[in-house]
């Protein structure tokens, strides 16, 4: 599988010849707009974690574009599908296989209104497995008790995306708690430095990370990470 990052909490995810974009929040976001072509990403599938503008707000119109289908909670899917879009809902604990590979729907501890206000329903998480890999998605999230289930579910991930930036999610301290919890020695750290709030000191969280011998990646805009 190969993941470039899109900025804030938003990936490509190309596994074969299938593409999955992951919460696509790029033309509103200051560290993308003029870094990434949105014309150029034409998935097949987008995945959302919830509801929030800032993992869904260039989901409608690139699904619309491309005739992606949207992989999220049965209220998220719902919105979009009001829009015209295709979706294929899921709720917490279930899984789907797709020709790419396999979504299960995890707990996430958060919020999820839409942009306009609207109910988005409980926030989640995926493991997504894929190409004999296994990748844990948190969403936005808390630490929570429920990791503790991801690695009893197949095995450990052989890669967590964990939010990293404090404030509106778990920080960097918490998220290596998580990656423990999960038993990854592989993070790449999202939802970080993309407002004021949400800035962090890079040497310091992967030093962190360091001390207990995982990997903490902070990618830069359009980093690819081969897994
Ligand atoms: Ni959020
Ligand atoms: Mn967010």
């Not at 005739?67 to 719902?78: D, H, Q």
């Not at 009001?82 to 294929?88: S, W």
């Not at 894929?130 to 808390?142: C, H, M």
Request: charged residues 20%.
């Amino acid at each position: 599988m190969r993941f470039t990052y899109l900025g804030h909490s938003c990936f490509l995810i190309e596994s074969g010849s299938h593409r999955l974009l992951l919460d696509p929040f790029i033309s509103g976001n200051p560290l993308t707009t003029d870094k990434v072509d949105i014309l150029a990403l034409k998935p097949d599938y987008i995945l959302l974690t919830h509801g929030h503008s800032d993992h869904t707000s260039d989901a409608e119109h690139i699904a619309l574009a491309n005739g992606s289908l949207i992989i999220a909670n049965f209220e998220v899917c719902n919105w979009f599908a009001d829009r015209g879009c295709q979706t294929f809902a899921l709720n917490t604990g279930g899984k789907k296989q797709f020709d790419f590979g396999t979504v299960k729907m995890l707990s996430a501890t958060h919020s999820s209104t839409m942009p306009d206000g609207s109910d988005g329903g409980d926030p989640n998480g995926f493991l997504l497995q894929a190409e004999n890999k296994v990748v844990y998605i948190a969403g936005d999230t808390g630490l929570n008790a429920d990791m503790a289930l991801i690695p009893k579910y197949f095995v450990r991930p052989d890669l967590a995306i964990l939010p990293v930036g404090d404030v509106f999610t778990m920080g960097y301290e918490d998220a290596l708690i998580a990656a423990q919890i999960v038993e990854t020695s592989k993070v790449i750290g999202c939802h970080f430095d993309t407002f004021d709030p949400i800035k962090i000191d890079h040497n310091k969280a992967i030093s962190t990370f360091a001390t207990k011998g995982i990997e903490l990646i902070l990618p830069q805009i359009n980093q690819v990470i081969n897994l």
